[in-house]
């Protein structure tokens, strides 16, 4: 595989398709899917999963089909990743997937193998490991399993027919909505455009070294250009809901169109820029490393750090770094805060949401501050010019105004106050001033 891009500490925030998390919500908005869950928990899948995989199919190595095994860790290489275990299944379909909730692998077929490019396999792989980055892997391991584990689970949880239907349709409809975040992590795993349209293109015709020949990109994109421009492609609500009740990935020709419109929309090129987010884990500040070299902007950034950490490091619903944990802090940053510049750091989080969610609140950085309300725009502390106090009217709470513009809603005094001292003391330490205080 030629010289990638090593993308550092990347998360799937970065590459999740719009369409992913919102399908998610209404997943777990399903009546009976809390049941499923909690009934799958006593099944043990996962571990039956595994036994099977191991039982059953080839793990790979240096040793063992190392050709194989040198493209999987080149393309975890790439997006930043231990590489997971790889196994090769005896199957004449073009096939991969990835299981196991608790430690994942990744399983490919013979027929893939034997289909395949070197850099199309790679793709195949970037694809899964997509999965994983992307927290798919559980509910991916639902949709698959589906038939056998509603079966098992409504033994123990009974679940309606009605019921049994909405999950199956939920499921399915959220696991095509995945298939296309994936996919966006295969092409940011070649960063090769055709060689992920040519994959598409090949696992709708099939494995075949005739078939393989005689292929044609260029027909097959005008093909998917005229399938969107038509009447089938435009179809929507309840045919299109028929059309595709029982599958679990998008039709190629939406898989290949969703690719190409990624990546003539600007997003793949700034991705490999550097312009994107990083892991949650990668961006909190840790203990002891105040950075305090590099001239004026590293001395205000740990300056800007010490302040905020010294105003709310006590502040009850405030985490401060190196204990900002993760999980709210992910969906803060794919919910609200902007790509973070390079060593830009996080150093607290308030969650607003107070149910630990993290997708309402503010985030304070070394440099700039976000806040839910103004989503995807930060404000850096050397701008900060004036920060007024408001009353939340008659449901209670407060809030901050900064520049009489950003609002940072606060659910107590307390954390306004706190939250005030923090941003006084980081804009001072950028403007050698504090803000000016409104009433």
Known sequence: MPKRVILEAISSQSFEHEADRAALERLKRTAGFDRLMRGLANVGIDRVGRLINESSNIRLSERQVGSIWA?????????????????????????????????????????????????????????????????????RMVAMNLGLILQLVSDMTPLGGLVRLGLIVALQAWSRCAELTADRAGLLAVQDPEVALRANMKLGAGPGPRIARELDLEAFMEQVREFQDSELG?????????????????????????????????????ILDGDYQRRSASVIAQDGELRTEGGATAEMAAAAEQAIKDALRRVYQVHTAPRIPESPLHLALGTFVSNLEPGERVI??????????????????????????????????????????????????????LDDSLEIPCHTRAVRDALEEALRGAVTAFRGEPPQRKE
């Open 71 to 139: 493209l999987h860790k080149q393309v975890a290489e790439v997006l930043d990743i231990e590489p997971p275990p790889l196994y090769l299944q005896h199957d004449v379909r073009i096939n991969a997937y990835t299981s196991g909730v608790d430690k994942p692998f990744i399983v490919v077929t013979s027929g893939l193998i034997e289909g395949f490019s070197d850099d199309e396999i790679a793709y195949v792989l970037g694809h899964e490991m997509g999965h994983i980055l992307a927290g798919h892997v559980l509910y």
């Open 348 to 401: 607290a989080l308030y969650d607003s949401s107070l149910a630990g969610h993290g997708d309402r609140g503010t985030v304070l950085t070394d440099r700039r501050v976000f806040s839910s309300t103004r989503p995807r725009v930060g404000t850096y502390y050397r701008d900060v010019l004036s920060i007024a106090r408001e009353s939340g009217g008659l449901f209670g709470g407060t809030k901050l105004v």
């Open 234 to 270: 435009r179809l929507d609500g309840v045919w299109r809901a028929l059309l595709e009740f029982d599958r679990s990935h998008p039709w190629v020709v939406v898989r290949a169109h969703e690719v190409d419109k990624w990546v003539r929309g600007g997003h793949y090129k700034r």
